[in-house]
């Protein structure tokens, strides 16, 4: 079972991920995010919580992840959450080289300072 929490603020929204680590559940969050689903994100700012997700993505899965987001939402500020164990940049470095505006961390600090810039 995979289920999304979803808050909005003023200046951001944030997306907290429950459940399984499957391409198919990571990518119906990017493209839900696209069609609204999660409120405007107050200027198209997300922050995505996915610490509590079980599991994890293989490489290329980060891979095939990080070209849907890039395709899928680019003109969105996607600031996502990871446990230190299960955190690298791949998925981050694909969307980026591919115009995405998507920074991937283990720290929530680091992501809201950056979310907010």
Not at 53 to 73: K, N, P, W
Not at 84 to 93: I, L, R, S
């Amino acid at each position: 079972m995979f289920e999304t929490e979803f808050s909005q603020f003023e200046n951001h929204a944030r997306i907290v991920c429950k459940g399984k680590a499957t391409l198919e559940n990571l990518k119906g969050v990017v493209d839900r995010i696209k069609d609204g689903e999660f409120g405007n994100g107050a200027d198209s700012r997300y922050l995505i919580d996915l610490r509590p997700i079980v599991g994890t993505l293989s490489t290329f899965e980060r891979y095939d992840l990080g070209i849907h987001i890039a395709a899928t939402i680019p003109k969105f500020k996607i600031a996502a959450i990871s446990k230190k164990e299960t955190h690298d940049k791949m998925g981050e470095n694909v969307a980026v080289n591919r115009g995405a505006n998507i920074l991937a961390t283990d720290d929530e600090a680091e992501a809201m300072d950056w979310l907010l810039q």
